[in-house]
Each structure stands twice: as structure tokens, then as C-alpha cells.
């Protein structure tokens, strides 16, 4: 089975603190991407990667940065958290290429920015 | 820009009750359109993925189709444990392994 894991299933954190979420997956799949997710707004991708060291943004990349330093593991960073960044931070990881394209979640983190 | 949107936003039904859920999308030409199950505090699971017009595929009470403008999911004989929330989303040529999602459809089922 495909697992995605997240470092911490909740997180509150003060205006202006960094924050780091990490995810590992064990797949040893190529692509690796970021996602929030709000009420009413759906799914929105942050970042993304395809390989290790590199990065591209996806729809809301502002207020965020990435870091893929080794190919099973993708970290989001807040470089200063606002009460905007309150939000479920979801990752996900799949293989490139045809049907094996899928992409597979982990559980969630909860972040509260006080 | 590609656009995913479902309907309805959130849907009870009576267990056993069967219905369908509603996913329309705009995308220049459709490399996949993926269904998941979501459920309260945890991530999205995979449940489908649709690559042609035509095409259905199945999974115990759920069962998937897609045309060239929308896809369904429907549910047969609904039980409480079907009740999630169900999300599509659509990914495009060209744009890597983006998925464009819908804001998705909360089902509740009743006993």
C-alpha cells in the first residue's frame, strides 16, 4: 500500500513564527505536491516537485516555500505564518507517467495561526 | 483555465436510497478525471480514475462515468459508512501531474 505521511496531525502556531511541514512518502515516487484546503474553496496546489532540488509553484505559492532534499521527502515552510495561513494542509505524492499518474494523500495537518 | 465544478454541494439520502453525484468540468483536452473519498479530518482516498468518454468503472456500491463535459458517481443502495465527502478533479495535458479539484459534494446517509 501507498503510504504519505505528515509530521503532525495538528499545529498551532503564532503570527510571524516559521513553520515547517514535512512529508515522507515510501513509494519512491517522482512527483510530490503541496495542497491547502479551505471550506468552500476545495483543493489548492501550492507547490509541486517532479525530482529531488527541484520546485515549481503552483496556483498559491505566495506567503510559502518548498525544499525536496532527498526524493522521499517534501517540506512546505511558512517563512512568516499569518492568520491567513490557518487552513488543512494536505500532501500527496504519485509516479509519473500514464495510469500510474495517481496521486495518493496523507492524512492532513491542521494548522491554527494564532 | 480549467474549471471543475459539482453538484450538488451536499446531498442526504435514506440508506438505499440510490443518486448520483455530478461532476462538470472544462479542460482542454482531459488526460484523467480522478474521483476520491474524503472523509472528516483526513486526506483525500483514491477511488477512480477515468481517462475516456465512455469509459465506467466500478468499486462495490460506486460506480464512475465519464463523458466529454461530465462525469458521475453513482451509488447503489447507499449504506451510513458511504457518507463522506466526495471530490473530482480533473488534470490537463501539459501541465505535468497538476489536478485542477472540484470544492466537492458532502453525502450524508441515513439509516
Known amino acids: 500500500d501507498v503510504k504519505v505521511t505528515q509530521s503532525s496531525r495538528y499545529l498551532v502556531k503564532r503570527t510571524g513564527e516559521k513553520v515547517f511541514l514535512e512529508c515522507v512518502q515510501d513509494?519512491?515516487?517522482?512527483?510530490m505536491f503541496w495542497y491547502r484546503q479551505d471550506p468552500g474553496l476545495g483543493l489548492r496546489l501550492i507547490y509541486f516537485?517532479?525530482?529531488?532540488?527541484?520546485?515549481e509553484k503552483g496556483d498559491i505559492p505566495e506567503g510559502y516555500s518548498v525544499s525536496r532534499e532527498k526524493k522521499e521527502r517534501f517540506s512546505l515552510i511558512l517563512e512568516s505564518a499569518s492568520t491567513n495561513q490557518t487552513s488543512m494542509y494536505l500532501c500527496?505524492?504519485?509516479?509519473?507517467?500514464?495510469?500510474?499518474?495517481?496521486?495518493?494523500f496523507g492524512p492532513g495537518t491542521r494548522l491554527l495561526v494564532l | 483555465e480549467d474549471q471543475v465544478t459539482q453538484s450538488p454541494e451536499a446531498l442526504r439520502l435514506q440508506e438505499g436510497e440510490s443518486s448520483s453525484l455530478n461532476c462538470s468540468y472544462t479542460?482542454?483536452?482531459?488526460?484523467?478525471l480522478f474521483w476520491y473519498r474524503q472523509d472528516p479530518g483526513k486526506g483525500p482516498e483514491f477511488l477512480f480514475t477515468?481517462?475516456?468518454a465512455g469509459e465506467e468503472k466500478e468499486k462495490e456500491r460506486l460506480k464512475a462515468t465519464l463523458t466529454k463535459k461530465e462525469s458521475f458517481l453513482h451509488i447503489t443502495a447507499p449504506k451510513p459508512e458511504d457518507s463522506a465527502t466526495y471530490l473530482c478533479?480533473?488534470?490537463?495535458?501539459?501541465?505535468?501531474?497538476?489536478?485542477?479539484f472540484g470544492t466537492g459534494t458532502q453525502l450524508k446517509v441515513e439509516l
Open positions: 500527496a505524492s504519485s509516479f509519473s507517467g500514464g495510469a500510474r499518474e495517481t496521486q495518493y
Open positions: 513509494m519512491d515516487h517522482e512527483n
Open positions: 516537485s517532479y525530482d529531488v532540488k527541484m520546485k
Open positions: 479542460v482542454s483536452g482531459l488526460r484523467g
Open positions: 477515468l481517462y475516456s
Open positions: 478533479a480533473v488534470q490537463a495535458p501539459g501541465g505535468g501531474n497538476k489536478l485542477t
